[in-house]
C-alpha cells in the first residue's frame, strides 16, 4: 500500500451538496482539498481545507484555481471548460477530462455524439435562433408535441419546455437550442457508472426516478427500478458503453426513458448524481466514495445492496422564500430505516433542492409508504 496515494491536493469546482457529500468521503481518508463555488456561504465552506468564492465560468478564476492543485474534479457541469484544458496543458489530471466535459455542456453535441456512437435517443435537431425555429415551424417541418431545450445552461428542467403548439414558443429565450421528439415514456430510469484511470469500470443497479406532475422535479428514486432484469442490464451496458466512448474518467450518470420495453438515453452528466444518492446508506461504496476511488486511479468498491431503497428529495414548498425553516423533520428520527441528509443551504425557495432521506427496507412497498408518509409531514419553509 503506497501511503503516498492521497498527497495529491484534490481540487473540487463548485461547492453545493454534491461537493459537500463528496468531501465527507474525502475527509474520512484525510484528502487534502480546495472548493471553488460563487456563494460565500457555500455548504462546503468549512469542510474543505481551503475554499476559494468566485465565479467557475471565469477562466482566471477557474485556472488560477486549478494550478493550486494536483488533481481536478467538479460536481456541475456548467464551468469554464476552457480553463480546464489550459489546465491540462500544464499536467494538471483533470477528470474527468476536458474534452469528455465540452461534449455534454453542450446539449447538440451531447446528442450528436449519441447518434454518432449508435447510442439510442430521441431524434433532435439543433436551431440557432428562434427565428429559425419560427421558419421551420412556419415551413411545416416541426411536429408537435415536442420538446425545446437550451443547449446550454439547463439544469433541474430549468431549460427544458414541451411545446404542444407554435403559441408556446413566445415566451423562450432566444438563445441556441435543440428541438426533439417528445417521447412518452413509461418510466424514467438512471444508471450511475463509474471508470477509473485505468479503464476499470462499475456500474450501479438501474434506478427509477419518479417525478413529481407539478414541478416536474424528480420527488422520488428506487434503487432497484421495479424493472425487468433484461431492462436492468440493457441500461448498464448502455451506460458502460457511453462512459467507454465518452472516455469519462470518473461517475457518469445516464439518464434514460423507458417506453415499450426499449430505453432511449436522454441525456447524462459526468458528476455525482441526485439518482446516486441511495449508494451512501444502501451500498458499501456509495456514488461519492467511488468518484474517489476512481480519479485516484483506486479498485472500485462493490455497488450491489440488498433491500429496495427509496431517496425522498426534500425540496422548498412552494410559496416560501428566504431563511430556511424545517418543519416535522425530527418525525424522520422516529423512524429507523430512514437516512436524513440536510444540504446546509442558508434560503429556501420553492422547488429548490434543501436535502433528502433515504429510506431501506427488506420489501418496497414499506420503504414506498414510509417515503410518502415522510414527504407529506416534512415541509421546508421560511421563519
Ligand atoms: N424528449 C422528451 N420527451 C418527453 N419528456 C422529456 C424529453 N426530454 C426531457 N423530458 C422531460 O424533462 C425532464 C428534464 O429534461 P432533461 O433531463 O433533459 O433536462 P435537464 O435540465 O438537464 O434536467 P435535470 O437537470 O433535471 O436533469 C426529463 O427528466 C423528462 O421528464
Ligand atoms: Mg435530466
Known amino acids: 500500500m503506497n501511503s503516498k496515494i492521497f498527497d495529491k491536493k484534490l481540487g473540487i469546482i463548485g461547492g453545493g451538496q454534491l461537493g459537500k457529500m463528496l468531501l465527507s468521503e474525502c475527509n474520512k481518508m484525510n484528502i487534502y482539498t480546495s472548493v471553488l463555488d460563487p456563494n460565500k456561504n457555500s455548504p462546503c465552506k468549512n469542510l474543505s481545507n481551503k475554499f476559494y468564492c468566485g465565479d467557475f465560468n471565469d477562466y482566471d478564476t477557474v485556472y488560477s484555481f486549478g494550478k493550486d492543485c494536483d488533481l481536478i474534479t467538479f460536481e456541475i457541469e456548467h464551468i469554464n471548460v476552457d480553463a480546464l484544458e489550459s489546465l491540462e496543458k500544464i499536467g494538471k489530471a483533470i477528470y474527468p477530462k476536458s474534452k469528455t466535459l465540452r461534449i455534454i455542456q453542450d446539449k447538440n453535441l451531447q446528442k450528436s455524439f449519441f447518434k454518432k456512437k449508435n447510442i439510442p435517443t430521441s431524434n433532435f435537431e439543433y436551431f440557432k435562433s428562434l427565428d429559425e425555429l419560427k421558419k421551420s415551424i412556419e415551413d411545416n417541418k416541426v411536429k408537435f408535441p415536442c420538446v425545446w431545450k437550451k443547449t446550454k445552461f439547463g439544469y433541474d428542467g ?26 412518452p415514456f413509461e418510466k424514467e430510469l438512471s444508471v450511475i457508472v463509474a471508470r477509473n484511470v485505468k479503464g476499470d469500470i462499475k456500474c450501479y443497479r438501474t434506478v427509477e426516478m419518479e417525478f413529481n406532475n407539478i414541478s416536474n422535479q424528480v420527488e422520488y428514486v428506487i ?29 457518469l450518470a445516464v439518464e434514460m426513458f423507458m417506453n415499450k420495453n426499449k430505453i432511449l438515453v436522454n441525456e447524462v452528466a459526468p458528476r455525482p448524481h441526485n439518482s446516486g444518492h441511495f449508494s451512501i446508506e444502501a451500498c458499501e461504496s456509495s456514488q461519492f466514495q467511488q468518484h474517489i476511488r476512481a480519479i485516484f486511479n483506486l479498485d472500485l468498491g462493490e455497488t450491489k445492496h440488498s433491500g429496495s431503497a427509496i431517496m425522498l428529495n426534500l425540496v422548498g414548498e412552494k410559496g416560501f422564500k428566504g431563511k430556511v ?59
Open 223 to 251: 434503487s432497484p427500478g421495479k424493472i425487468s432484469e433484461e431492462i436492468d442490464n440493457e441500461a448498464q451496458k448502455l451506460a458502460i458503453k457511453l462512459s467507454e466512448s465518452l472516455d469519462c474518467i470518473g461517475l
Open 158 to 183: 430549468f431549460g427544458v419546455k414541451i411545446l404542444n403548439s407554435f403559441d408556446d414558443i413566445n415566451n423562450l429565450p432566444n438563445s441556441e437550442m435543440i428541438i426533439e421528439d417528445y417521447i
Open 325 to 383: 425553516f424545517y418543519e416535522n423533520l425530527d418525525e424522520v428520527f422516529k423512524d429507523k430505516s430512514a437516512n436524513l441528509h440536510i444540504y446546509g443551504k442558508e434560503e429556501t425557495r420553492p422547488n429548490r433542492k434543501m436535502g433528502h432521506v433515504t429510506i431501506i427496507c427488506d420489501k418496497f412497498e414499506e420503504a414506498y409508504k414510509k417515503a410518502k408518509t415522510l414527504k407529506d409531514t416534512i415541509k421546508i419553509k421560511t421563519k
